[in-house]
């Protein structure tokens, strides 16, 4: 909770910032020229959280915080960052609350294994089952 | 007047249940027939009294009745008729009233029809029933009374959210209703069948007609979900792992494995203890889903009531039947004799396949989707959104229609291998021809979406196969049910492929008269203005659409402005094509003469929903089949009697 109130104040100092940046430089709505970018950005705009919307990636979102983060992924990624290196840097601003794609840490880590550790008990179960069958 | 009396036969029927559920108890557990008797027809009146509350909240409703509470606080004198009569469960109350009252008559349905399992058991159904029905009833009459009076009732209602107002929605909680109520008719039987260690195929013959109704309700409803949220969201999604949706996701999941291993137990006599588990799962997820979204666990629009203590009461309740179903499956799954042999290759082999990929699919929707809620609640905020349930779920489901394709070209008990091979020979083929004609077309593109694609071409091929070398007109129309809810989830399958893979975006800022080209299509802004609606004001802008040399069409998406409370919504324009829509959205000026639009075209999306209509039409040609088989096996029975007796009477 905490983080994201720090979030929102962050945002609110920097919007002075993407104020100043409006008009041409403005990504929130307008698609960068080269396609395979384009769709590079598209493709981690729909795994960010809006952060002030119900369940909403910042691709779907009319608010006007999911526009500006729009714009500075666009920007950040014609700029050439990779879309790896802009999440992390948005995970470092705002927290792992604002991606849908979980990073693997200690806190993350009994989620990525569940499917793992669901198949292997399952398949378990069910080969113990046949082979009392085949008996 | 009317509010009185739906109160009085809210009450009565909680009695009734009461009663029946003591009936049903001592009956079962003296061996006694006359009281096993009397269970039936107070199951028949107890259904008849929740339907008489529901009809008299319906009519407090239709007549606009502001002294009572629930009339006042969701509805409006001046709303439309329909949202009058829908308004009564857009609502936590009335929708809890519904859920009972769908509950009530389904008990009753079954002490009236039910014939076929040995009457112990039925009774003691009928008392998991009254046990169910006693703690909603309970939860209503304390907790959360539909029929309260107001002292001083105000001279007009606060009206519905207008996010509800739409005439798909007002019949979207009965058609999930009846799939969740369903559902708890299965447990009840799977409980019944546990008490009376009586788990065959007697009880899985009865238990199968709900399960199928419970999932093509359950699929309707998701299906019809999708589609809202599509059109109306405005953003082109159809599906986003939302909390709200895995809710709904998981009883089907759960109810997709259930009525695969029924069929096992009621044909071949297998999968007894399985069978019983996933009736008993298949509820807990349905009781899970009405936590979920009746809590205020989640905000959303589902959320009608932000109250604690309602969420607990659920949470209590549902505790209490999976806590004391599963503690009755470990103490009596000992004695349930285990069911006939198979091998792995055969009919059976893949069907417990299939439970096992779909549990494994269910229980990373469950945990994906309480993992945020458990992490807030140890002071963590984390997200878990789409990408994580396409990369761990994604690769299972493909595995799960690799084996949905060979599954019902096996035969029962064994089969080998090569001759399933050979029998898969013309789906491989499809899929082969698939993979090099989309590389050849398209190149080389997202990795799961192409498997997807492949993969639909080839379970397209092997759904109908089953009809090869039969006779058409003999086959019977369950198999055929089969073949047309397989061919559904490949149609349903590739329309999520290719969307996913071939949709394509273009954002732009126009002035009047200039165009912009999206897929096949060429959009020119003709123009802008103001609509009025009812409680809305919005402006529209006039899109002429063409394809090639083609006619004109025109589009109007809208930006819809609602007053109270202020807010925006988008009011997507969609041009329906044979291979795929064309989805118009209008966004804000930019100030300078120009206005947002965003356009996509998204090929072959109506593929999804299509092939959910067919998956729920392929379960209803199923209900059908197996219930002419049983009337014709029953009419022959008799005439086989009646034979008997008549040669005997001449041998005399």
């Not at chain 1, 909770?1 to 609110?12: F, N, S």
């Not at chain 2, 992490?375 to 084996?403: D, N, R, W």
């Not at chain 2, 949709?503 to 299509?521: D, F, M």
Request: hydrophobic residues 55%.
């Amino acid at each position: 909770m905490i983080r994201r109130l720090l979030a929102l104040v962050m945002l609110a100092l920097a919007a002075p910032t993407l104020a100043q940046s409006r008009a041409p430089a403005d990504y929130a709505n307008v698609q960068l020229p080269d396609p395979a970018k384009e769709a590079e950005a598209t493709a981690l705009m729909a795994t960010l959280r809006c952060l002030v919307c119900q369940g909403q990636a910042i691709v779907d979102s009319d608010a006007d915080m999911a526009g500006d983060m729009r714009s500075l992924v666009r920007q950040r990624i014609a700029a050439g960052e990779s879309a790896d290196e802009v999440r992390a840097w948005l995970i470092d601003r705002y927290g792992d609350y604002v991606t849908y794609d979980p990073p693997v840490s200690a806190a993350t880590l009994p989620l990525w294994l569940a499917p793992l550790l669901l198949l292997t008990f399952g398949l378990w179960l069910a080969r113990a089952s046949f082979r009392r069958r085949n008996k | 007047m009317i509010a009185e009396a739906g109160l009085v036969a809210l009450w009565l029927a909680a009695a009734l249940a009461a009663m029946q559920l003591m009936l049903a108890a001592l009956a079962v557990s003296r061996n006694d027939d006359t009281l096993a008797r009397a269970a039936r027809p107070v199951a028949v009146v107890q259904g008849g009294l929740a339907l008489l509350a529901m009809a008299a909240l319906i009519r407090v409703f239709l007549q606009s009745d502001m002294s009572v509470a629930l009339v006042v606080a969701n509805s409006h004198s001046a709303k439309p008729w329909l949202y009058k009569f829908a308004g009564a469960w857009g609502n936590h109350e009335g929708s809890m009233l519904l859920w009972v009252t769908i509950l009530g008559v389904a008990g009753g349905a079954v002490a009236l029809l039910e014939r076929r399992v040995a009457e112990r058991t039925l009774t003691a159904t009928l008392g998991t029933q009254a046990a169910i029905a006693l703690g909603f009833y309970a939860f209503l009459l304390f907790s959360s009374n539909p029929f309260a009076r107001l002292p001083n009732p105000p001279s007009d209602g606060q009206g519905l959210n207008p996010l509800l107002q739409d005439p798909g929605l007002a019949f979207h909680p009965p058609t999930l209703y009846a799939g969740y109520v369903g559902l708890s008719v299965a447990f009840s039987f799977a409980v019944g069948a546990l008490i009376t260690r009586d788990v065959g195929p007697a009880f899985a013959r009865a238990m199968r007609p709900w399960v199928l109704t419970a999932w093509v309700f359950l699929t309707i409803g998701i299906t019809a979900g999708s589609y809202w949220a599509y059109y109306e969201l405005g953003w082109g999604g159809w599906w986003f792992w939302d909390p709200v949706e895995n809710a709904s996701l998981m009883p089907w999941l759960a109810a997709t494995a259930l009525l695969h291993s029924v069929s096992v137990l009621a044909t071949r006599d297998g999968l007894r203890a399985w069978t019983v588990m996933l009736a008993v799962v298949a509820f807990s997820m349905s009781m899970l889903g009405t936590f979920l979204v009746r809590s205020g666990i989640l905000t959303s629009v589902h959320a009608f009531a932000v109250d604690p203590e309602r969420g607990t009461f659920i949470l209590i309740l549902l505790s209490l039947y999976i806590g004391g179903a599963l503690a009755l499956f470990a103490t009596r799954i000992g004695v349930v004799r285990a069911g006939n042999t198979f091998e792995l290759v055969s009919r059976e082999g893949s069907l417990v396949a299939n439970n096992l990929l779909l549990s494994v699919i269910l229980g990373i929707v469950l945990i994906g989707t309480f993992y945020p809620i458990l992490a807030a609640a140890m002071g963590t905020q984390l997200s878990v959104g789409p990408p994580f349930f396409e990369k761990a779920a994604g690769p299972i489901a493909l595995v799960l229609v690799v084996v949905m394709a060979a599954g019902p070209l096996l035969r029962w008990r064994r089969d080998t291998l090569g001759a399933l091979v050979r029998r898969l020979t013309w789906p491989i083929v499809a899929t082969g021809i698939a993979a090099v004609a989309l590389v050849v077309a398209a190149g080389w593109f997202n990795m799961l979406p192409m498997l997807g694609l492949a993969l639909a071409a080839g379970l397209a091929v092997a759904s109908v196969a089953p009809l090869a070398g039969r006779n058409l007109l003999r086959t019977p129309l369950f198999v055929y049910g089969m073949v047309v809810a397989h061919l559904g989830i490949a149609v349903s399958l590739a329309g999520m492929a290719a969307s996913t893979a071939f949709t394509r975006e273009v954002l732009v800022a126009k002035a009047i008269g200039e165009s912009a080209t999206v897929g096949p299509y060429r959009v020119t802004l003709r123009g802008i203005r103001p609509v009025i609606g009812d409680n809305w004001s919005a402006l529209e802008a006039r899109l002429d659409v063409q394809r090639g040399d083609g006619s004109t069409r025109l589009l109007a998406p809208q930006s819809r402005f609602f007053s109270n409370p202020p807010t925006t919504t988008s009011e997507s324009a969609i041009l329906t094509a044979f291979d795929g829509q064309l989805y118009t959205v209008l966004g804000q000026p930019d100030g300078t003469g120009r206005w947002q639009l965003r356009f996509w075209w998204k090929p072959w999306v109506t593929l999804i929903w299509f092939g959910g209509l067919l998956i729920a039409g392929g379960g209803a040609l199923s209900i059908l089949g197996h219930w002419l088989r049983d009337r014709r096996q029953k009419k022959r029975a008799i005439e086989a009697a009646e034979a008997a007796a008549h040669r005997e009477a001449w041998a005399a």
